[in-house]
C-alpha cells in the first residue's frame, strides 16, 4: 500500500505589486522570509532578493553583500519608488547598474515588451551582472555594456576597484576632465575601462538611472542630444554635491531642463530647492516633466 506523503508547500514569490503598495514594513519582512544566502563555486554567494529574483553576490564585497544576503532588499526608497513608476513596454538605462539588483527589478517591470541597456565599468561587476541577468532569463531584454560614463566616449579610462567595495568603485577626477591632457601618474591601483556617452550608445530611453558618482557632471554633458530627442524622458540621477567639480553650477543646468524633486526615504519624490540639494550629503533626484506615482 502506498503511503501518501504531505507535498512541501510551495514557495510564492513576492508579486512586484507589493513592492508598489506603499506598505513597507509588511513587505520588508515577507521579502526577508524569502531571502537566504547559499554559498557557491568559488567565493560566490547564490541569494534571493525581493523575494523574486536570483543574485549572485560576492562574497568578499563588504557593503551591498550583506544586505542583500539578510534582508534581501537595498534602498527601499528607490525599489518602490521604480516599482510604482516604470511601466510595461519601456526602455531603461541602468548606469551604475553593478551586479544588477536593479537592472532585474527594472527588466522585469517593463516586461517582454520594454528594453534595458545596464552599464557598469567595473570587469568583475559586469560579469556577475550578465550571470545574474542571464540565471533569471532577461538577457533576451537585457544588453550589459562594460563601459564608463564618461566626457567623451572613445577613450580608456583609469577605473579604481577599493578592496571589498565593488559598489564604490569610482574614476580618476583627472581621467573625467574633457581634455585630460598629460595624465600623472597615479599610486592607488587602476583598471583600464573603456568611455562611452549615452549619446553614443543612442538608446532611445524613457527612463535613465544614473548613480554614477563622480562622473555625474561627465554623463550629463554626454546626454544633451538625448536629452533633446526625448522629450518625456525621466531620470533617477544619485546627486551629491562633494562629488561634483561645480556643483552649484551643474545643478543650475539640471534645474533649467526639469523641476528638482527629491526623493524620500518613504518613496516619494517632492519638489526640492537648489539649496536644499547642494545642502545635504547627497540625494536621489527625480527629474521629469510630469508629476510621479
Same mark, same amino acid.
Given at each position: ?17 507589493? %513592492? ?7 513587505? /520588508? ?26 543574485? +549572485? ?10 544586505? %542583500? ?5 537595498? /534602498?527601499?526608497?528607490?525599489? #518602490? ?43 568583475? #561587476?559586469?560579469?556577475? @551582472? ?37 559598489? *564604490?568603485?569610482?574614476?580618476?577626477? =583627472?581621467? @573625467?576632465? #574633457?581634455?585630460?591632457? =598629460?595624465?600623472? #601618474? ?5 583598471? %583600464? ?17 544614473? *548613480?554614477?558618482?563622480?562622473? =555625474? /557632471? ?5 546626454? =544633451? ?9 525621466? @531620470?533617477?540621477?544619485? +546627486? ?17 531642463? +526639469? ?35
Amino acid at each position: 500500500m502506498a503511503i501518501l506523503r504531505p507535498r512541501p508547500p510551495r514557495l510564492r514569490l513576492l508579486p512586484t505589486a507589493r %513592492l508598489a503598495a506603499g506598505a513597507r514594513v509588511p513587505t /520588508e519582512a515577507a521579502i526577508r522570509a524569502l531571502a537566504g544566502a547559499t554559498p557557491f563555486a568559488g567565493n560566490l554567494l547564490l541569494c534571493r532578493v525581493l523575494g523574486r529574483y536570483k543574485l +549572485f553576490l560576492d562574497a568578499a564585497d563588504l557593503t551591498l553583500a550583506p544586505h %542583500l544576503a539578510l534582508d534581501g532588499y537595498w /534602498e527601499w526608497w528607490t525599489t #518602490s519608488f521604480l516599482a510604482r513608476n516604470l511601466r510595461p513596454g519601456e526602455t531603461v538605462v541602468d548606469a551604475g547598474a553593478c551586479i544588477g539588483y536593479f537592472t532585474l527589478l527594472t527588466a522585469d517591470l517593463v516586461g517582454a515588451g520594454g528594453r534595458v541597456v545596464a552599464l557598469e565599468p567595473n570587469p568583475q #561587476s559586469a560579469a556577475l @551582472l550578465r550571470r545574474n541577468v542571464a540565471l533569471n532569463g532577461y538577457a533576451e531584454r537585457v544588453t550589459v555594456e562594460e563601459a564608463a560614463l564618461a566626457p567623451a566616449g572613445g577613450r580608456l579610462l583609469r577605473l579604481v576597484v577599493p578592496p571589498n567595495s565593488p559598489m *564604490d568603485a569610482h574614476l580618476l577626477k =583627472q581621467d @573625467l576632465a #574633457s581634455d585630460p591632457g =598629460q595624465r600623472p #601618474s597615479e599610486g592607488r591601483a587602476t583598471v %583600464l575601462v573603456r568611455g562611452r556617452t549615452l549619446d553614443e550608445l543612442a538608446v532611445p530611453a524613457d527612463v535613465v538611472r544614473l *548613480d554614477v558618482g563622480d562622473a =555625474q /557632471e561627465a554623463a550629463w554633458d554626454g546626454m =544633451q542630444h538625448l536629452l533633446a530627442e526625448r522629450a518625456g524622458l525621466r @531620470l533617477l540621477m544619485a +546627486f551629491d554635491p562633494a562629488r561634483c567639480a561645480q556643483p552649484a553650477a551643474f545643478l543650475d543646468r539640471v534645474a533649467a531642463r +526639469f523641476p528638482l524633486r527629491r526623493l524620500h526615504p518613504d518613496g516619494k519624490a517632492r519638489p526640492c530647492t537648489p539649496a536644499e540639494a547642494l545642502g545635504s550629503g547627497g540625494v536621489l533626484l527625480w527629474l521629469a516633466k510630469d508629476e510621479p506615482a
